[in-house]
């Protein structure tokens, strides 16, 4: 093996050589664009096809897409949704979840009860921050599930084109069953 | 099975062979084509085909291809022949198949998240199996829901109009109410007449729908098939025994369906003479009472007048300790028991013994003393059998049927259909002898209304005819010719001028109705609420018997004297020996060497030899203070026994009264201590069907809060006391009662029974004979003009059913008389008129309500309510032998008010 000779090794030291190396590759990171950033002040940008929190989406006129008709609970396979469906009296044969809960702590995160849903009411959103002490708000309920997906609509949609679920509203309203009441869009007013 | 019934199951069609998909099959000339696929293993698509009525041929998938024929023929409604050529598999049938499911499919609205039958759905299977992803022309029907009936909602966009519901309804259940009608550009499903639907509701046709067409209202759009539970267990309400599947989500029962489906749709039509796999009203629709809100969760122990919520540790103690006490300072005798014929086998067995053993008294009975143990103690009597004699086969092939005072459609649905069956399937003569214009007196050949409470008359007078017209059996003239000379000499006193003046039916009628019975290859009586509950019940059966005895019925191949009961295991509770009068088995308590073997058996000496008291001697004793503690299972004789009865007075003398029961009845109330028991749905265990079926009851759901087990509660009352009934589990008791009565579980099937009059025809006939037939007519002299009668209704069962919120939707309590059309027009009263009804008992005020099956003279009131009391208008009369109470028939005046 070959062995620095005692020359060299006398050099090394009285140059600091070993110091110069090491600002080198410091002063080099100098001129290179950060590697991290400083969370929580600064976001990443996320990927349109990131599968975040789960959110219920509304149309755009206001009424709930979800027609509680559980195939997002048949196709979980970590089975941690449920839901509790009824009719909806108001409007002849629609149904409706009354109350629709995700255990997000026991979610992997797999997507397919957004793909299993027909009326595309569920979709994922960019959203991850929900980090708790109490381990029990992480039981998403209806509500929160529905505030999920207003407050990250856009987010929400752009997951669903980018699984190829639906292209734009007019196909959410149009879409692939047929129920006995259409959906309308949303009424813009006169004032 | 075959296209055209034959109308004798004797009579053989012809063997024929032909070649399916190159295997040579026989089978019977004229059966249908599809059959024969299916009976060789193979599965031919097909979605408007069900084995319990005639092939319809309307959904065009069933196709094959037969030599010869160019295009695909529907194999339902094709006949099977001598050396036809079939082949049922093939892309070119793929294809055709296909196509068929894509023109129902163009036409279906594909709203299956929203719909019910999602994922039960023989449309989606299609669809799936044929690899159907596009739809040209797809086109909506955009009819509205029919949502008129108050149980069932009609949407025919989802219709595929294969006629199912309306062959089940007219083809098996006789009741043909539902209709095709064109409407819209489309056929669709309509109620009789475009009415909104008011049929029996037994919801077979919700059962065979293969799409979402017809729904429940009850469970409508809160569940999907997969999120259920399924439990096979037994209905508790009749003693038919249906088997139901109760399902369950989470904790609360969401629907009730039977082995009757689209799912199931295989099979002979000659497997249906063992019941068809469906439901009545009651068990599909009334289950609302298992989760219901009134159910009683804690054990309550009486402080002052209030009852307050006690744990089960003290509840039990108090119970036990003020039974010993009780024991202790009156002696065993002292105290009584009385169970409902509701609970289970396995229950009502260690309530006899607990009640025999550990408190050492024979004071206890059954709710089958209402009525059924009238006809027990008759046919013990007098065949040595203990139960009815046939089966449901044997109603179905019968040619004659002579129904008395049963209005079974009402009372038993689901057993009634056997007796369409052979109306219908069979051709066979049906006497309905009854003192209302019955469901089955519309259908029957030979329907004959008589007055209410002469039905036993009627018999009587059958049995004159017979021996008038010399319709004698050969086989009896010879085997006993004392007893016959007994019988003839003492039906002198019969006369049949005066039995058609009293019944109100002809002496013609009474001579051709003998014939036909008599002399009829499979003759078949079947006997229910008008002989064994009214005044002479036992007698009554008795003389039944002697019809059946002279016409040569015993010797008859499926032929005999048959009952059906009210409550879910009356029978049970009669072979399990709740009664004072039988030990189980049920063997007589008067047996020494049976009491001896018990007494073995259970370690401990049976109650005293003595007699112990039946139901109206339990409740008498209690009054006169002779009785000091009442222990009630299930039991609610308040609300059951007429006022004169003195019931709460009664009970209000007792030191003790323990009530067990899943609600807070009016007894109940009147208790010192009420533990809260299960419903059926919660328990584990057997009920005996009327028919002798030992039929398990699962448990679908955990007990209620901390309710538990009736057998559980007796267990730990019998442990307070310090004598231990030895169980853990069900199967203790049931590996008990093996022992004691082996074959009794018998692997569900009825044991067969073998009815032999000799013993009784020997010895004391001829003495008891004449007696019987000595008090003839209605000896009421009362001048009253209309005789009002408690009738079962067919959408309640006892009062149970009261407690389920959909069979009080379907019917509630109207609290009106109902009247004849001509009794209405008579007393000048309209339908919302108000009316008094005054009996000797006392009177009260009414609504009317015009029912046709009221005929004129007589008036009904359904005896599963208690408001207003009509109940306590009745007198209660008990039968001297086997001390069953009489409380539903009496004489009234009505007026207008």
Redesign the interface.
């Known amino acids: 093996m070959d062995t620095p000779s005692q020359t060299k090794k006398l050099f090394d030291a009285v140059l600091f050589r070993e110091i110069w190396k090491a600002m080198k590759v410091t002063f080099k990171h100098m001129f290179h664009r950060p590697m991290t950033f400083e969370y929580p002040r600064e976001k990443r940008t996320i990927p349109d096809a990131h599968r975040g929190a789960l959110g219920l989406l509304c149309y755009d006129d206001g009424r709930e897409r979800c027609v509680g008709c559980d195939l997002c609970e048949a196709a979980c396979p970590s089975r941690c949704i449920k839901v509790i469906s009824e009719e909806d009296k108001s409007m002849p044969l629609q149904r409706y979840a009354t109350e629709f809960y995700i255990d997000i702590t026991k979610c992997v995160f797999c997507g397919y009860c957004v793909e299993a849903c027909p009326v595309n009411a569920l979709a994922m959103t960019k959203m991850y921050e929900y980090s708790t002490p109490d381990k029990r708000t992480l039981l998403f309920d209806k509500r929160r599930l529905y505030e999920i997906g207003e407050q990250h609509i856009e987010d929400a949609k752009k997951y669903l084109y980018a699984h190829n679920q639906e292209e734009d509203d007019d196909e959410s309203r149009a879409y692939r069953y047929h129920f006995p009441q259409p959906v309308g869009k949303a009424e813009v007013s006169d004032s | 099975m075959a296209l055209k019934p034959v109308t004798t199951p004797d009579v053989e069609a012809a063997t024929i062979q032909l070649s399916i998909d190159g295997e040579t099959v026989s089978t019977k000339q004229g059966v249908s084509l599809y059959d024969v696929i299916s009976r060789m293993g193979k599965i031919v698509p097909a979605m408007c085909y069900h084995y319990t009525f005639d092939p319809f041929g309307s959904c065009g998938m069933c196709l094959v291809l037969q030599e010869g024929k160019k295009a695909p023929v529907r194999s339902c409604t094709a006949k099977a022949a001598e050396g036809m050529v079939i082949r049922t598999d093939g892309e070119d049938l793929f294809a055709a198949r296909k196509k068929a499911v894509e023109k129902h499919l163009s036409v279906h609205?594909?709203?299956?998240?929203?719909c019910d039958a999602?994922?039960h759905c023989e449309l989606q299977d299609m669809a799936f199996q044929h690899e159907v992803t596009n739809l040209a022309n797809a086109k909506?029907k955009?009819i509205?829901?029919d949502?008129r009936s108050i149980v069932l909602d009609f949407?025919m966009?989802r219709c595929i109009a294969c006629g199912e519901c309306i062959n089940i309804c007219k083809d098996l259940l006789r009741i043909d109410a539902l209709q095709f009608m064109k409407k819209g550009g489309f056929t669709q499903v309509v109620a009789k007449g475009d009415q909104a639907l008011d049929c029996e509701f037994c919801g077979d046709c919700l059962a065979v729908c293969p799409v979402g067409a017809i729904t429940n209202k009850f469970s409508?759009?809160?569940?999907?098939p997969?999120?259920l539970r399924k439990t096979t267990t037994t209905c508790n309400y009749c003693g038919d025994g249906c088997q139901l599947y109760v399902e369950t989500k989470d904790t609360e029962v969401v629907r009730v369906t039977s082995p009757l489906s689209w799912k199931n749709k295989w099979g002979d039509r000659g497997d249906t003479v063992d019941g068809h796999g469906g439901l009545c009203v009651r068990g599909r629709f009334g289950f609302q009472f298992i989760d219901s809100k009134e159910r009683l969760t804690e054990p309550l122990l009486r402080q002052g007048s209030d009852l307050v919520p006690a744990p089960w540790i003290e509840a039990l103690d108090a119970a036990a300790e003020r039974l010993v006490q009780i024991k202790g300072r009156y002696g065993p005798d002292a105290i009584a028991g009385l169970i409902t014929a509701r609970c289970t086998n396995e229950e009502l067995y260690v309530f006899q013994k607990f009640m025999r053993t550990v408190l050492g008294t024979n004071n206890l009975d059954s709710s089958a003393r209402y009525g059924h143990l009238n006809f027990v103690r008759a046919v013990h009597q007098a065949l040595g059998i203990s139960r009815m004699m046939n089966t449901s086969a044997d109603m179905t092939k019968a040619k004659a049927i002579l129904v008395v005072g049963a209005n079974v459609t009402e009372t038993n649905p689901v057993a009634s259909v056997r007796i369409k069956a052979a109306v219908g399937t069979y051709k066979a003569s049906v006497i309905v002898v009854d003192s209302m214009q019955t469901n089955l007196a519309k259908l029957a050949s030979h329907p004959t209304m008589v007055k209410p409470g002469t039905e036993g008359l009627f018999v009587k007078g059958l049995v004159r005819s017979v021996l008038d017209q010399d319709l004698i059996d050969s086989r009896v003239a010879a085997q006993a010719p004392d007893a016959l000379n007994a019988l003839k000499s003492a039906a002198q006193a019969v006369c049949l001028e005066t039995v058609a003046a009293e019944t109100g039916a002809s002496v013609e009628t009474i001579h051709e109705v003998a014939k036909i019975f008599a002399e009829a290859p499979r003759a078949v009586v079947l006997c229910g609420e008008g002989i064994v509950r009214r005044p002479h019940g036992y007698d009554n059966v008795l003389s039944l018997i002697d019809l059946a005895w002279v016409t040569g019925t015993f010797h008859k191949p499926g032929s005999g004297v048959n009952t059906f009961v009210e409550e879910s295991n009356e029978q049970g509770a009669v072979d399990m020996g709740v009664a004072p009068e039988f030990l189980p088995g049920p063997v007589g308590y008067e047996d020494s060497t049976a009491r001896r073997k018990f007494s073995e058996a259970w370690g401990m000496d049976v109650a005293s030899a003595q007699p112990g008291q039946s139901l109206v001697e339990i409740i008498e004793n209690c009054r006169a203070g002779k009785i000091k503690a009442l222990y009630v299972v299930g039991e609610n004789p308040v609300a059951t026994l007429p006022k004169s009865c003195g019931v709460e007075e009664a009970l209000s003398q007792l030191e003790l009264l323990i009530c067990q029961d899943p609600f807070l009845t009016e007894t109940a109330q009147c208790a010192h201590l009420v533990f809260p028991a299960c419903t059926f749905a919660e328990k584990d265990g057997t009920v005996t069907n009327q028919e002798g079926k030992v039929q398990f009851v699962r448990p679908a759901l955990d007990p209620l809060g901390q309710s538990a087990l009736d057998w559980h509660i007796m267990v730990g009352i019998a442990n307070g006391m310090g004598s231990s009934l030895p169980y853990e589990t069900t199967q203790d008791i049931q590996a008990e009662i093996r022992k004691l009565l082996p074959g009794y579980y018998n692997l569900g099937q009825p044991q067969p029974v073998a009815a032999d009059p000799t013993a009784y025809l020997q010895n004391g006939y001829q003495d008891a004979v004449g007696a019987r037939y000595a008090t003839n007519g209605r000896a009421d002299g009362s001048e009253r003009p209309y005789d009002m009668t408690l009738i079962q209704l067919l959408y309640h069962s006892g009062k149970l059913s009261t407690k389920a919120s959909g069979l009080m939707e379907i019917s509630p309590n109207t609290k009106a008389l109902r009247l004849s059309l001509e009794a209405c027009e008579q007393l000048g009263v309209a339908e919302d008129g108000r009316v008094r009804v005054t009996s000797d008992q006392g009177s009260v005020e009414l609504g009317v309500e015009a029912d046709p099956s009221v005929l004129p003279g007589t008036c009904a009131f359904p005896e599963h309510f208690n408001d207003p009391p009509v109940k306590d208008l009745v007198p209660v009369e008990v039968d001297p032998v086997t001390r069953v109470p009489y409380f539903k028939l009496t004489r009234v005046t009505i007026e207008k008010v």
Do not use: A, S
């Open positions: 609205p594909l709203d299956c998240p929203v999602d994922g909506q955009n509205p829901e949502t949407n966009n409508k759009y809160v569940y999907k997969w999120q």
